[in-house]
């Protein structure tokens, strides 16, 4: 009922869902075997969720918001994919999300916008737009997202809902869409943070079939949900609460911290200094992946092939002009150029070391801190179009977000009120946690002790 208006999936499959489902029930109810006796245990069994249409899922369209991929049936499942099957979840469907993952706003999507269902005039935040609308209009308790600079977190923060980006490398890729292969990681997305903790446990995990899977030991990310807080460092960076931010996100976020002061919490102010320039760094290092990554698609191989075309160079040309939109060829066009010979160490090479820097500001940082706490985005949602005349001004809204990647940290975004309170919807606001490489259960407990 809700989805024609706010066109969070791009796909659903009754039959396929209600399969899925029985298919789980069964094994609650029957609880033979080696593989059922440990599905019906898990406290996921027969729970739905939907995936970000950036997931291959066999036998579903995998589009990744783009015309390119638009018919496009995956022949297998991402890793993400498989985890949550083995625990009994259940797939309600894909979800909308700006085009290869490019944007804030949901805005570059082939498929159209997502609404914010707080507000339908109002943008759900970007890339993970459809799977933010879909929690926060109970069309599923739980999805699947990515984070490359911020698209957890920020559409997370504008739907009043809890999002997390894990530390690189704890959650596979195989089989997720590659926008810039250094920052991707996936995450949950759910109601709280005990949710994101379950999630998290059946998500993170060693894979072969990525490079840049990390090994380490299994963890239960629920296991200090119920810690509490006294003594707990929370470093505030003064970068984090200087000019542009909005005085309601202000309000919002200073209101969090004196609650994480009652709940026995100190704060002590900490320093990023190079966190201005993990914007510009940011769009030199993630173009130049991506025009790498999307070379793939050429009409060749598999999706988009122009009608008509000459000879094999124009039948590339043709592909990728009309399969692609702006945002993305803006990206390309950037991505090749601060490769190309003579710019790269111009360029490229230069925000290489702005990102050791930034991840040498954190390492700093973090020993006068446990876990680093501010705003996740600078405005709350803003109105569809707002920001689409300046590329610029649209990728500001990460400013907050995109260091924690660019430094391969943990972040995530937990509600923590209301913004423009003078309007007839007041909309949510996103407090940010950014914890040390790997401490994603500390996290996930401070968020819990204060929801
Ligand atoms: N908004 C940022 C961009 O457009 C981040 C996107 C993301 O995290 N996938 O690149």
Redesign the pocket.
Known sequence: RLNPTLNAFITTDRDKTLAQARCADEIRKVGAGDTAASLSDTPLNGIPLAHKDIFCTQGWRTTCGSKMLANFVSPYDAHVVERFAAAGMVTLGKLNM?EF????SNETSFFGPVKNPWDVSRVPG??SGGSAAAIAARLAPAATG??????IR?PAALCGLTGLKPTYGVVSRYGMIA?ASSLDQAGPMAKSAEDCALMLTAMAGFDTRDSTSLERPAEDYSRHLNQPLTGLKIGLPKEFFGDGMDTDVRAAVEAALAEYRKLGATTVEVSLPHSELSVPAYYVI?PAEASSNLSRFDGVRYGYRAPDYGDLADMYSKTRAQGFGAEVKRRILIGTYVLSHGYYDAYYLKAQKIRRLIAADFTEAFTQCDVIMGPTSPSVAFAFGAKNADPVQM?L??IYTISTNLAGLPGMSLPCGFGNAQLPNPMPVGLQIIGRWFDEARMLNVAHQYQ
Do not use: E, K, P
């Not at 993952?101 to 804030?104: D, H, L, N, P, V």
């Open positions: 700006d993952a490019m944007g804030s970007g890339s990515t984070d490359t600079g911020g698209s920020q926008f993630a990728y809204s990460d």
